[in-house]
């Protein structure tokens, strides 16, 4: 979307998400709190065999940020292959 499209929209009291105008004249969009209700699955990958150590410590670490933001991880899908191998 074009920025003069969001200011119009925002103007005109038309934008889809809750907007404030503030002293200097901007427009701050709001901050709206997210449901949190669907199932969260994390994705990893690395290049090659020789990083599969890696790829355990990356999945760690997506769950534990996950679970830090307060998402529920339902699956961990991990993946080990090359960027120049299109068949997954």
Known sequence: MHYQTAWQWARDGKMP????KTATGRYLVLEQPSERDGRTV???RVSSADQKADLERQAGRVVTAATGMGLTIADVVSEIGSG????R
């Open 17 to 20: 998400v809750p907007v404030t």
């Open 42 to 44: 994390a994705y990893c």
């Open 84 to 87: 120049l191998n299109g068949r």
